[in-house]
């Protein structure tokens, strides 16, 4: 069975979720070691180099527009990467999980507010079921909640996302060459983050002439080092790409919804290598989290649907 535009595009979005779903423990193990904006520097300085050595032919006629856009981008990814990682250093990985799941809430919002893009019932009740599951998945309850300042940065983060999302949506629906733009605005990403990373770093992690022992210190942890290439190549690299390149071929709700589901698809991945065991109860939970977001793509697999919607 062949898939089409959108279907393929949903799968590129569940891929880059896989990727996604190791980030949360190998980056709260790193932290041990290195200070989160100095991680991220570093971070988005090893995908700068490697996205440049890939894409550099593709640099060349670069456009003032294209250059505002890579920025705009770079400035919600950046935040966006910034306040989760700086979070993550004062929550917990299931409170930081479930937060950045927010951003299935935010986007539709966005796609609103900057693209006039309107949400339409099932996608609506997809959003309600995911972030219910969530809740229960990350075993969340109302007693046990106590938000603090790490949960609210990562709630910025998932606000961020969901302007990132959307601004990747509108500015490549636009695009003349889709691979070529896709190459730009991915590397002007990384260098942008880069550099809001390594300000970062300066003004609230100490002074500069601590940071040649700090990363000395970081280079020799094989937890950082794990963290550093998988997140620099598969997370950063890999996945920003594809999700430049493809996701406009999607909604930015569904693209935000697939993104949402991290916390699952990170136990699931924790089970099959054995890290974990699965419950019954979030077998269930988990389950339910997925029919929720099969529910926001209910009118691509059945258009009747669509036409239903429009028509109340």
């Not at 299931?94 to 951003?103: H, P």
């Not at 909640?145 to 490549?172: E, R």
């Not at 940071?211 to 942890?221: D, K, T, Y």
């Not at 620099?232 to 690299?237: D, E, K």
Request: hydrophobic share 50%; with cysteine.
């Amino acid at each position: 069975m062949s898939l089409n535009t959108r279907q393929r595009a949903d799968l590129f979005m569940l891929l880059i979720t896989l990727i996604w779903s190791g980030t949360f423990v190998i980056i709260k193990n790193a932290l041990d070691e290195v200070p989160p904006f100095l991680y991220t520097g570093l971070r988005f300085a090893l995908a700068s180099l490697i996205g440049y050595a890939l894409w550099f032919r593709s640099m060349h006629g670069i456009t003032k527009k294209e250059v505002y856009q890579g920025s705009v981008l770079g400035l919600f990814f950046g935040l966006g990467f910034l306040s989760q990682t700086w979070g993550l250093q004062h929550t917990t990985v299931a409170n930081s999980s479930f937060i950045t799941g927010s951003m299935a809430i935010f986007t539709p919002i966005a796609a609103f507010l900057i693209d006039k893009r309107t949400v339409s019932k099932f996608q609506v009740l997809g959003i309600f079921i995911v972030l219910t599951g969530l809740a229960f998945f990350s075993q969340h309850g109302l007693d046990e909640w106590q938000f603090n300042v790490g949960d609210a940065a990562t709630l910025f983060c998932a606000v961020m996302w969901g302007m990132y999302i959307t601004y990747t949506d509108k500015f490549m629906r636009d695009a003349e060459n889709i691979a070529i733009s896709s190459a730009r605005l991915t590397l002007m990403q990384f260098i942008i983050s880069c550099v809001f990373a390594f300000i970062g770093s300066m003004l609230m992690e100490g002074p500069v002439s601590n940071m040649p022992s700090l990363i000395q210190v970081a280079f020799n942890s094989t937890d950082f080092w794990i963290a550093f290439l998988y997140t620099a190549i598969l997370a950063s690299i890999v996945a920003t790409y594809i999700q430049t390149r493809y996701q406009h071929e999607t909604t930015p709700v569904k693209a935000a919804l697939m993104f949402s589901t991290e916390p699952v698809t990170a136990t699931l991945l924790a089970v099959i290598v054995g890290m974990e065991s699965l419950s019954i109860e979030k077998l269930f939970i988990g389950a339910v989290v997925i029919i929720g977001v099969l529910i926001a793509q209910a009118e691509d697999f059945i258009p009747s649907l669509k036409k239903t919607n429009q028509a109340s």
